[in-house]
């Protein structure tokens, strides 16, 4: 089991590495100058011009100015061109308001995707199976963005329910979750939508599948409630596929992030990172990039280590 964890965290070495060089080199080789966005070319001269840019490191090679951006990255020294804020004092700031609207929503996503999916599995063909099959479709097919200025023309200007934006009442400083759940509500409705639906057909499949299994039909002989043989025999087994496709879409929240954020906003990673592309803040980019796709290694190795919980008949070798 040991060698099995290392080895697969050793894996992800090379993809990390990979990683990053590309987005460091899309973001050097990108067109735009980040120091004409901390002064006005015109009121500078070359001597200034040039000094600029000696003072952001942007006159090394580009593999001196990789190494130097991952060395500081590692040890927390690594700064924002444009605020001059550690990278990953930024990251950490920005991070619970994106992990709080991601982890909600999956959690609402994966509460209606089980439910739903179950529910029509026991009934193929009927109304609900079909409605299921319009909605994945309709999810797919209909823009995040656009469910989200629709739900802010109900709940916030015509109902006055709900903020349209920010993440914490007027006055109030740093992140209180119980605080924050007004403000959280319609970033989590947008967020668990698509991914509701899509959880739901895959849970709906899955189930329908265990249902013809003859472990089922033994239970239902035995004399088992109907209850008890779904919640012992069908679930636990259509979990694993279940599992299979969270640990997939987990890493599209992060993507998902960056539309959320800007709609509603919120103070994200989503939304530093964009707005750090825009302004060529190598470092923030690098930072948050470098981040995501640690999320998306662990991602993977949280659905393997769940595999074996779920069915203690997968062992990992």
Do not use: C
Not at 33 to 47: H, I, V
Not at 52 to 70: E, I, K, N, W
């Amino acid at each position: 089991m040991t060698r099995y964890w290392a080895g697969r965290i050793l894996q992800s070495v090379p993809l990390l590495f990979f990683v990053s060089v590309v987005v460091f080199g899309v973001m050097r080789l990108a067109p735009g100058d980040p120091s004409t966005l901390l002064a006005d070319p015109a009121y500078l001269n070359d001597a200034q011009r040039a000094e600029l840019h000696r003072s952001l490191g942007l006159d090394d090679p580009l593999p001196v100015q990789y190494l130097r951006t991952m060395g500081g990255l590692v040890s927390g020294a690594l700064l924002s061109f444009r605020t001059g804020q550690p990278t990953t004092e930024m990251l950490a700031n920005a991070l619970p308001v994106t992990a709080a609207v991601a982890l909600l929503g999956m959690a609402l996503a994966a509460a209606l995707g089980l439910v739903a999916g179950s529910a029509a599995a026991r009934h193929p063909g009927g109304r609900l199976d079909r409605a299921l099959g319009l909605a994945m479709a309709g999810a797919i097919a209909f823009p995040s963005f656009v469910l989200a200025l629709f739900l802010l023309r109900i709940f916030a200007e015509g109902l006055h329910l709900l903020p349209a934006s920010g993440v914490r009442p007027l006055g109030a400083t740093g992140f209180d979750p119980l605080a924050s759940l007004p403000y959280l509500a319609l970033p989590v409705i947008v967020t668990a939508f698509p991914l509701s639906a899509v959880l739901a057909r895959y849970t709906r499949d899955a189930v329908r599948e265990a249902l013809d299994e003859d472990y089922v039909r033994t239970a239902r002989g035995k004399g088992l409630a109907p209850p008890t043989v779904m919640r012992r025999h069908v679930l636990r087994n259509a979990l694993v596929a279940v599992v299979s496709v969270i640990g997939t879409i987990t890493p599209l929240l992060l993507g998902g992030s960056v539309i959320v954020e800007s709609l509603f906003g919120l103070p994200g990673v989503g939304r530093i990172t964009v707005a750090a592309a825009l302004q060529r803040d190598y470092p923030v980019v690098m930072t948050t990039a470098l981040f995501s796709a640690v999320l998306v290694v662990l991602a993977n190795l949280v659905t393997d280590f769940v595999y074996g919980l779920v069915d203690p008949r997968i062992r990992l070798a």
